[in-house]
């Protein structure tokens, strides 16, 4: 096997290096080197190889013995410089007579005869081969792979001998390597007593002389380390020079030369042979592919340009003139081209940019807008925009009425409050004598150590026994607070920020809204309406708002996909009761004008008009 492998590397490394030169009419003298040829010819060549007569002696009829192979190499390989024994003329006479020498590539190797026949002998048949392949455990059929009879090649059922099958392998192995482009690491061992820190001069130089490291060497620094096919090599590096790229028009020899020169790279340092590129110096290589890459990323970026030019005209072209006639007036339309019509001749690779650039056009329309509002309107929009976000889901501007900033429910949305109007302005405080409200209610807050009132109206709060009370409902800075006629505030009576777990309202039209606590029992149920108008989207845009900036974190808004709402207002943990939402009659509606009826245990809701599920902006 080393044996092979150093012919291999000699052949790969010292032979074929020489031989390309001559072939390329390069001027070279050829360096020595020790050829290992022989000694593998020796050893498996027929009909005189080791190998080949073992196999016959092994397969002979008749009494067989390892002397009587010793003698056939005798007479075999007698005249051969690399075998010795005792018996041959001029042999060695301190060798056992039962032994031969081999000269291999790394030194004398001794092998005594004793057992070659028994040890070359494979006594396992095919037949048990065949069996142990055929077995269901895959160990075995791994351990046996000879038993596969589709790579059978005869009906003969006795097995080879050990010294073919190992040729044969081999064989295999070496066809392998040499359709492969192999590189080698050379080991060198420093001492024979496997010492760190050891150099023994002799065995390292030995080590050195039969592994042709010096030949390698001596190839190496007067050849050539870079070789590449002419043809090839002006097709990989004419783009490094101006005066071969883009176009040339002489033969691929004057090509090379020029383009080399053009380099500054002397002459010294490249050859040309009969169809091969020679260059010396290993930094030569590294500059040709540095300029290369430099190169190839300016041809690069004129191709892509020369391309986006191509594709601006022909696919985006069409498209961006129809958007810029579209929107040429866009700045001195009322209402900031928000009518406009959308190019619909979008190439498919467009589309995400189309998408892009109607965002643009839309949040600068809605800056337009909002600059064009005074502060106070500023705020009230937030607020709307907020309660709009919390109530509301994904939304797709509606076709049919552009002016009237109503937007619908997309198709699959989920969590969505169905119907509220968003379109009034945000008072913040109601009731008949709105200044007298809003001085008993800032007066209220005090109690609670807040400053400011952000939200109070009238609502109709569910008791424990389940009957309406008429109550004012408060939202400070950090409290909600729920107060009589008489603004009195107590401790039952207001729900800091950190004790509600969400607010729920339904999908309906109702003005309900649960507001959940962490404490077992002390949910809170109210109806918030003021004449006609539904006041929950104010007021839970104003609790978020609130809520956000003293607990650093949003509360949870609850649009209920339920039919029942759950709660427990009873001051226990285990009375919890549930809330029905259900459509209020015609006769119902005619009689009350108010959006909902409230009771212990249901929600009589009035149904928007032709069962709409719109939400209305300003």
Known sequence: CNEKLQQLFIEVTLKSEQMSYMEEGLTWVSIPYFDNKAICDMIEKRPNGILAMLDEECLRPGDRSDDIFLLKLNDKLHMNDNYNSKSIAGGYQQLESDVFVLTHYAGEVEYNVEGFLDKNTDTLFRDLSRGMFESKSPLLREMFPEGDTSTWTSAQRRPQTAGAAFKSSMASMIQLLTLMNPSYIRCIKPNDKKRPGQFDELPVTHQVCYLGLVENIRVRRAGYCFRMAQESFFMRFRAVSSDTYPRWSGDVRAGITTLLLSLDISNEQFTLGKTMVFIKDPKTVFVLESARDEKIVAVSLQIQRFWRRWHVKRVVGPYWRSILETFRTVAREPNFGKHFTWPSNVPPKLRQADAQLKKVHLNWWARKKILALSEEERKNTRLVILAFRCLGSEFAPSSDQPDAGVVVAAAGTSLLRKSFDLTRAFKGIYGVDQVGTRSRAEKAVTWCNDRQVLFAAPAHKLNRKGKLDCRNLLCSERHIV???????????????????????????????????SKEAGQDTVVSLEFNGENLVPEFVARLQKAYTEHCKQPLPIIVSTQSAIEYNNSGKASQARALTFMPRSAEDAAADSSTCMLTANSVFYQPPPNNSSKVMLP
């Open 482 to 516: 729920k107060v009589d006629d008489t603004f009195k505030v107590n401790t039952k009576r207001q729900m800091p920020f950190e004790s509600l777990r969400d607010a729920t309202i339904s999908p309906h039209s109702d003005s309900v809204i649960v507001l959940h």
